[in-house]
């Protein structure tokens, strides 16, 4: 079993900038995972916002966030960040962290990763 812990939520004022951390431990049987960040605000469902593969060569984000966050893979073998500028309070949200031993292209039709951590809350103020 892998354990995710997400760190670095917080509340900023619109404009501002947060950087989320994930680190996962317990048994790594795989070399690489798929990395990503989702996000549910109350209300609505849950959205993948941006993932990567730790083995390269693949990087995704939603549209809504596209030039303004940031994934990039961890120190550890089990680890992502998520650097967040310009945030929006559209952006307020609990984020997600997950991660699933399989290459993300192949992940991304249902986003249905094998390990999630318990989330962070990201609250933005105008």
């Known amino acids: 079993q892998v354990q995710l812990a997400e760190s670095g939520g917080g509340s900023v004022q619109a404009g501002g900038s947060l950087a989320l951390s994930c680190a996962g431990s317990g048994h790594t049987y795989s070399t690489y995972y798929c990395m990503a960040w989702f996000r549910q605000a109350p209300g609505k469902e849950r959205e993948a916002v941006a993932a990567?593969?730790?083995?390269?060569?693949?990087?995704y984000y939603a549209d809504s966030v596209k030039g303004r966050f940031t994934i990039s893979q961890g120190d550890g073998k089990i680890s992502a960040t998520l650097q967040m500028h310009d945030l929006k309070r559209e952006d307020t949200a609990m984020y997600y962290c997950a991660a699933d031993p399989n290459y993300c292209g192949l992940l991304t039709r249902t986003w249905d990763f094998v390990y999630w951590g318990q989330g962070t809350q990201v609250k933005i103020s105008s």
């Open positions: 990567i593969y730790t083995g390269g060569g693949y990087t």
